[in-house]
């Protein structure tokens, strides 16, 4: 069923609890360096600002572990929305107690404070009852507008939701459901899966469930090695996962049994080491010298999945080609970035690489949805119930 919207709720004078991503990375001067987190956000705090609403925003930050880590605190992330949005946010000493609900009585309406970082408390990643409460008793609606934290049953997204009378997705929550919902359930057709990253482990569960909807794979990055050493085809000293070999040769074969097109990088940008000074050379699959590596795909794949995925409809990319962070080895991942902007089909792309090179080749903007998160949307790809969208009202 479908969830309440924000955009469903009269906010004037509701103390709103907005859960948002602002897991932002600082640099040694405790400034934010990329702000992209914090912009997506922006559509739902300003609707909730411009009903005359008093907005709480909560958030994590880095790994405290339970502890207060002042490197860690959001203050720099309320000072760069503060710029955003044109009007003073105001920093809160910790996000539940005493001094809070001070702070909040203190607010007027269209008026916004951020909380401190919600895992300076053990709680919030043990789903404490006792924090999901004290959450709650700060506002009258609570808002998830963080889908990169909604694979995660945590105080701050689901615990708070069972004392609250109504928990509402955001805008930026609603965009990620309504398109990976439409890629899951009835994506227009010919589908086109890519998928990359280092390891057959952390996909084969995406794996299997594209294999049940997609009509073409495309499978590179250091995974990739996995599926050609499963096929018999030497692979150097390109990564591999040898306890995954039978996982990957039946993953091949329920795609030759159902007909669908699983491509595999047919040659590769090789090197006896990872490094941006390292000696490269082009080798077929059939040809990776013993101690080279495999560290993106070649041209004739490059033109292969370019070809296939100009043809889709709909495109969903998780994980880069190679390593794309290294320039020797960033050709093939932009080239899949290019091409997926260019097909005219409905594209998503998620997973913080991925997301960064569509950026970095400067095609992000012709991209129809850039997932705010990577192991959310893959697991919603995947199948997999959301504890912190299942926790939203429903609509009646």
Not at 127 to 141: K, Q, Y
Not at 347 to 356: E, M, Q
Request: glycine fraction near 10%; include cysteine.
């Amino acid at each position: 069923m479908a969830k309440v919207s924000i955009a469903d709720l009269d906010l004037t004078g509701k103390r709103v609890l907005i859960r948002v991503d602002f897991n932002v990375p600082l640099d040694a001067k405790q400034e934010v360096t990329d702000d992209t987190r914090i912009r997506a956000a922006l559509p739902t705090i300003r609707h909730a600002l411009g009903q005359g609403a008093k907005v709480l925003l909560i958030s994590h930050l880095g790994r405290p572990k339970g502890k207060v880590v002042p490197s860690l605190s959001l203050a720099p992330a309320a000072a760069r929305l503060s710029q955003l949005l044109g009007t003073p946010v105001a920093m809160a000493p910790d996000c539940m107690g005493d001094a809070v609900k001070a702070a909040v009585a203190r607010l007027g309406p269209g008026q916004a404070l951020m909380l401190e970082n919600c895992r300076f408390h053990a709680g919030d990643e043990k789903n404490d009852e006792a924090m999901g409460r004290a959450l709650a008793e700060l506002c009258d609606v609570f808002v998830n507008d963080a889908f990169g934290a909604a694979h995660r049953a945590h105080a701050s997204t689901v615990g708070v939701t069972k004392f609250v009378p109504t928990s509402a997705c955001g805008f930026l929550m609603a965009r990620e459901l309504t398109y990976l919902g439409r890629a899951v359930t009835n994506p227009a057709r010919p589908f086109v899966a890519v998928l990359g990253g280092a390891k057959v482990s952390d996909k084969i569960g995406v794996l299997r469930t594209l294999l049940r909807r997609v009509d073409v794979l495309l499978v590179g990055g250091g995974m990739a090695y996995t599926f050609l050493k499963a096929q018999g085809m030497e692979v150097g000293a390109s990564l591999l996962e040898t306890d995954k070999l039978d996982v990957a040769r039946a993953i091949l074969d329920e795609a030759r049994a159902k007909g669908i097109t699983f491509l595999l990088p047919m040659d590769h940008v090789v090197a006896e080491r990872a490094e941006a000074t390292a000696a490269t050379r082009l080798a077929d699959s059939t040809a990776i010298p013993p101690g080279w590596m495999g560290l993106d795909i070649g041209p004739k794949a490059r033109e292969a999945f370019t070809k296939l995925i100009r043809g889709a409809r709909t495109v969903v990319w998780n994980g880069p080609m190679g390593v794309f962070e290294l320039a020797p080895f960033r050709e093939g991942t932009f080239a899949v970035a290019r091409a997926i902007a260019a097909s005219g089909a409905t594209s998503i792309v998620g997973g913080g690489d991925s997301v960064a090179a569509v950026a970095q080749a400067g095609v992000a903007d012709k991209i129809s949805h850039i997932s705010t998160g990577g192991g959310a949307s893959l697991e919603f790809l995947e199948g997999i119930e959301l504890p912190g969208v299942a926790a939203l009202t429903e609509k009646k």
